[in-house]
Each structure stands twice: as C-alpha cells, then as structure tokens.
Nanobody, 125 residues
Framework: QVQLVESGGGLVQAGGSLRLSCAASGGTFSMYAMGWFRQAPGKEREFVAAISRSGGITYYADSVKGRFTISRDNAKNTAYLQMNSLKPEDTAVYYC?????WGPGIATIYEYDYWGQGTQVTVSS
C-alpha cells in the first residue's frame, strides 16, 4: 500500500510560481509512474502531467505545456511539479497519483492505483 502526501500549495499572484511535492511511502517508489491531476470546483478531475518510473519520459496536458515541469527523485521517494507563469485558471486542488503501469491511459484517472489527499493552489488575478 502506497501513501502519497502532497505539499507546497498556496496562494500566488498570476505570473508567479509554486513547486508542489509528493512524498511517497509504503512501497517501492521507483516501481510506479507518477502523475499530477487537478480539480477545480464544479469540474471533473483533469490530467496535468505524468512521469515514467525512471523519469525518462514525461507527458503534459496542452494547457500546462511549457509552463509546468514534472520531475522525480527516486532516492527521496518524491515527485515534484514546478509551476511557472501561473494563471487564475490554474486554481484547483492538485493531486498526485501513482500508477503501476505506464500505459496509453496514463492521462486518465483510471490508470492510477494510489492517490494523495490533495493540496490547494489558488492563483489571484
């Protein structure tokens, strides 16, 4: 059983930056692909970014490409999401998730086996 804990959320002005962290425990972190999703009030949870087990492959939603960077440190059992040039529409609860398999559904919630509790990101205009 893998436990995931997100941190690093907060309130930031438009154009600012935040770095989210996702600390994993209870499993072999390097065996899991990692993803970040977000959910705004009244909306469905949407894919943000994913990274393969080794970190060699990354994948982004079009809405964040060029602004967000996903990374991981397998020695620290931690995944990160660096968010730059933030916009008010990035406001959401951000969740990290772990997937046993990197498959064609990596951008969907169904591919993921474990989820964190989420961290709030609010971008003011």
């Amino acid at each position: 059983q893998v436990q995931l804990v997100e941190s690093g959320g907060g309130l930031v002005q438009a154009g600012g930056s935040l770095r989210l962290s996702c600390a994993a425990s209870g499993g072999t972190f390097s065996m899991y692909a990692m993803g970040w999703f977000r959910q705004a009030p009244g909306k469905e949870r949407e894919f943000v970014a994913a990274i393969s087990r080794s970190g060699g492959i990354t994948y982004y939603a079009d809405s964040v490409k060029g602004r967000f960077t996903i990374s991981r440190d397998n020695a620290k059992n931690t995944a990160y999401l660096q968010m730059n040039s933030l916009k008010p529409e990035d406001t959401a609860v951000y969740y990290c998730a772990a997937a046993r398999i990197w498959g064609p559904g990596i951008a969907t919630i169904y591919e993921y086996d474990y989820w964190g509790q989420g961290t709030q990101v609010t971008v003011s205009s």
